[in-house]
Nanobody, 128 residues
Framework: QVQLVESGGGLVQAGGSLRLSCAAS?????????MGWFRQAPGKEREFVAV????????YYRDSVKGRFTISRDNAKNSVYLQMDSLNPEDTAVYYC????????????????????WGQGTQVTVSS
């Protein structure tokens, strides 16, 4: 059973930075091919933020975070990170780590239902 544990959320002023971490705990030590981040603000649907696949290492971002957020991963540790810079109040949400054991095709990367594993979420609050 794979468990994802996030950390690094918190309260920050607009223009500030935060770094989220997500570590996978898996007794079988199976590499998770696709790992990424989604977020959900109050009263809104969960939305895709960023994702990275092992192997090709390609990274994908939602348009509103391009140039501000950077996703990275450590395959040996089955971990994924999200460096968030130039934060603004619209980034306030609960951020969820998501992962899938197998490679997801590009057209399904932005769909929450494509992912088999989820973390419990970490709150990010950006004050104006």
């Amino acid at each position: 059973q794979v468990q994802l544990v996030e950390s690094g959320g918190g309260l920050v002023q607009a223009g500030g930075s935060l770094r989220l971490s997500c570590a996978a705990s898996d007794r079988t030590s199976t590499t998770l091919n696709t790992m990424g981040w989604f977020r959900q603000a109050p009263g809104k649907e969960r939305e895709f933020v960023a994702v990275v696949r092992s192997g090709d290492g390609n990274r994908y971002y939602r348009d509103s975070v391009k140039g501000r957020f950077t996703i990275s991963r450590d395959n040996a540790k089955n971990s994924v990170y999200l460096q968030m810079d130039s934060l603004n109040p619209e980034d306030t949400a609960v951020y969820y780590c998501a992962a899938n054991r197998n490679r997801l095709i590009t057209s399904s990367l932005r769909t929450a239902e494509s992912y088999g594993y989820w973390g419990q979420g970490t709150q990010v609050t950006v004050s104006s």
